[in-house]
């Protein structure tokens, strides 16, 4: 075995290429229904999402280059950042309201959601000090306490913005690098007990989480409003058969699916593309966290190895809590489905999320 400075792992980059590529296609497709619904032009909104890959594809390009091991010097600061932007959002004219919830700033001629660079702010500093704290992981007093510290602050900070879904992420995938780090199973069974109270308060508090967990158990309490997402999603699904539609021919997207480029867009794929491309997409997720788990595992020191599996967790639990949702498995999430729904934000922090794994891929031992 050597351990020698490598070119980018060729097969993730592949699999970046192939989920940012068939990710525009099915964008694309998708579009086309806010021709008929808002009167929206297709190629105003194609080219936002152009200009969002482009520079998401420079930053990965970037984050390629630069030393990973770099971020743990700075990795506090990062998070501290990430932090004071998302304070922003509690700023009446700069916060932008949607469905509720003022979850983006808005610059006049950008939007962006803060959230997304809190995610990896926070996978980039708990690596960081999960690797400093070293075998102190295994007490309780080190390790859980300032983690439950930690998603305190965080769960305020995002229950603000009406955010739930986001520090579920968070917190999961907290649970999976203390793991990794070595924390002990009855530690973590006492964080998922925690968890789960707090997120049963939440959903006794707030009505939009209680409503969703209703229209879980029960679509058709309210059709045309709460459980209308989930049925006309399901259509779609279901509409789409064995092999699909063919691409563009959805139906569902015109007038039916509610963000049909956002939370919707694995129903419009579906429909499109059938069992047989739901289950190509599917695959090529999973081929993207296995492929992280190996790199992780080959990379020598404790914080490249957490920070690639902090990311591969983060994106692979983002990307299937969408598909879940629009499955019926789990109640409705405002998750995106990463490298295919819209939004410039995530779609840039998510190249730079995987561009750092791409660095890290050049230090793995060699086996």
């Not at 917190?171 to 530690?187: H, K, Q, S, W, Y």
Request: hydrophobic fraction near 55%; charge should be positive; charged fraction near 10%.
């Amino acid at each position: 075995m050597t351990n020698k400075e490598l070119k980018i792992d060729k097969v993730f980059l592949a699999i970046i290429a192939i989920l940012t590529i068939v990710g525009f296609i099915i964008f694309s497709s998708a579009s086309l229904g806010l021709l008929a619904r808002d009167g929206v032009s297709f190629g105003s909104v194609a080219i936002k999402q152009m200009i969002g890959l482009i520079i998401g594809c420079g930053v990965f390009y970037l984050m390629s280059r630069y030393n990973y091991k770099n971020l743990r010097k700075y990795s506090f600061y990062i998070f501290i950042a990430a932090i004071f932007i998302n304070l922003l959002l509690f700023i009446p004219f700069i916060s932008l309201n949607h469905g509720g919830a003022s979850r983006w700033i808005d610059l006049g001629i950008v939007t962006f959601q803060p959230s997304e660079f809190l995610k990896i702010a926070f996978i980039i500093y708990f690596a960081a000090w999960l690797s400093g704290i070293k075998d102190k992981v295994l007490n309780f007093k080190n390790s859980i306490i300032p983690f439950l510290v930690i998603l305190g602050l965080l769960g305020i900070l995002l229950m603000a913005q009406s955010d739930t879904d986001t520090f579920l992420v968070i917190a999961g995938t907290g649970v999976f690098m203390l793991f990794a780090a070595g924390a002990r199973i009855r530690d973590l069974a006492i964080v998922g007990l925690i968890m789960m109270v707090v997120l049963g308060t939440v959903i006794t508090v707030r009505p939009y989480a209680r409503q969703r967990i209703l229209t879980f158990f029960d679509s058709t309490i309210n059709s045309q409003g709460s459980g209308y997402q989930i049925q006309q999603s399901l259509i779609a699904i279901g509409s789409g058969g064995f092999t699909g539609r063919g691409f563009g021919q959805s139906i569902q997207k015109f007038n039916y699916l509610p963000e049909p480029i956002g939370d919707s867009i694995f129903a419009v794929q579906a429909e499109e593309f059938g069992f047989i491309g739901s289950f190509a997409l599917i695959i090529i997720f999973l081929l993207f966290i296995i492929k992280s788990i190996k790199i992780s595992i080959r990379t020598e020191d404790n914080f490249g190895r957490l920070l690639v599996l902090g990311i591969g967790i983060l994106i692979i639990v983002e990307s299937f809590m969408n598909i879940s949702s629009m499955l019926g498995i789990i109640p409705l999430s405002g998750m995106p489905l990463l490298f295919i729904s819209h939004g410039g934000t995530a779609i840039i922090i998510t190249l730079a999320a995987v561009g750092i794994i791409a660095n890290v891929s050049k230090y793995q031992k060699q086996i």
